[in-house]
């Protein structure tokens, strides 16, 4: 090499090379020698594409590469270069033709430089550039999926619809995703969600009890290939833990919702019944004097000698009446607790005993069938027994009457954790939902005049209540009733 060619080559610190237009190399030099580990001996003769790999797109074709070069039209190139060693260099060239006179191309001047910082940095901006939309993408899904979890305008349903529409925005290509909510027995989503592949699920976790999940995956006709999760970014993964956090929020607060609900239902029936329990108590009080008045004359005018049998009659219906009335007003004292309980050990197995052959004598006559699961290590309980006698007849009572046909009146008792209960179903018509909220109000009946008070089932709340219990009911028309009563066990008792 001339003097002058060496010093171009390291004054552009990078490969100088002479080749034909066949492309073969005739000469090289390099001021990279050392980092590329080829000697100019060891590359003269070769083909110039033999040693460097173009690294441009739709520019593989050998012979239409060096056409081009040939013809003047391809000046600039990109290639990669492979060292000895392995690594790889990123090698910009750019060439000139040496012409004779008549025009012919003599040989090719290559001119070189190692570029491969450049290119290093150009793909690492790229990398930026795509992570930065990643996350600008993943950022305005969350945003507005948080949006939809405080949004009180939308149902239940048509937010968690929104969401799982909203989730494969998430992802590079959502026109090729399907997301799904799955809670419990309810699914939000598509019917193309059977048909996923490569699926990425998130549980939906509330106070530590697992709810359901959030799942997204490709549709099965995208890819032909086998899609794991690993191939989703962490970008993507942690986007699918925020909508199932999101989500669970939104179960949250649906739940305390309701909480709220009912609790404002029991406040306003508690209410309800404390005002009727004052009226009430004190109509009670007031014909309390009256009604002992007139029993007690009644019994007194009928002891008198000689009374005609028709006027006796009447003075026995006068204090029969009298003796209802006192029961009807001692049940409203019960209501209103003017009537304190007296405590003492209640055993709920021995009251159902002593009553039983009342129960099977009413049940005869109705054609109803009693069926006993009564759990013999039932212990005892803090009660009234008097007061828990009246419970367990005004159920059974009542469920009687709920069968007018017949049918199957069952009475269990047992034990649930720290609670005792007493269970009493029929299998009658049921009890209309829309009157539910109103079967534990005093004087509330859907019986006839003559059948009775409607004081039954709100003595019966009374009184659990004051027991420190609950009671709960579960009916279906047609199917029956059930009413279940639960009582705190008394510990160190039997």
Known sequence: MEW?????????????????????????????????GYSPDDLCGKNWLDVFTVAEPGKTDRQGLYQSIIDGNQTKLLSELQTGTGDIHYIEWRFERVCKSNGEVLYVLGVGQDVSTHVAGREELCRS??????????????????????????????????????????????EKMVAGIRLNEDFYGIGECDNMQGCLRKEIVVKEEIKGCVEVGWLKDVKAFSFEQNEYTAEEKKFIDTVARKVAYIIERKEADEKKQQLEDQL????????????????????????????????????????PEQTYQDLFKIVKSTLYAREVIKKILLFSRQSHPHEGKVNLNRLIDDWLDFFQFRCQQNNIEIILELDQQLPTFSGDPSQINQVIINLVVN??????????????????????????????????ENIRDKIFLPFFTTKEVDQGTGLGLSVVYGIVQEHGGNITIESHIGEGTTFKVEFMKTINQR
Request: glycine fraction near 8%.
């Open 129 to 174: 550039h795509c992570g930065l939309v990643e996350k600008s993408r993943v950022l305005k899904c969350q945003y507005k999926i948080a949006q939809m979890a405080v949004d009180d305008s939308r149902s239940f349903e048509t937010t968690l619809q929104a969401i799982v529409d909203l989730i494969p925005h998430g992802f590079e290509c959502p």
């Open 399 to 432: 469920a009687i009457h709920a069968m007018p046909d017949g049918g199957k009146l069952t009475i269990k008792t047992g034990i649930e954790n720290e609670w005792l209960y007493l269970k009493v179903q029929d299998s009658g018509t049921g009890i209309d």
């Open 268 to 307: 306003r029936h508690a209410d309800r019944l404390a005002t009727i329990g004052q009226l009430a108590a004190g109509i009670a009080h007031e014909l309390n004097n009256p009604l002992g008045d007139i029993l007690g004359f009644a019994q007194l005018a009928s002891n008198y000698p000689d009374l």
């Open 4 to 36: 002058q060619d060496k010093r171009i080559v390291k004054l552009i610190a990078g490969i100088y090379l002479k080749m034909n237009p066949d492309g073969v190399i005739k000469s090289f030099n390099s001021f990279m020698e050392d980092d590329i």
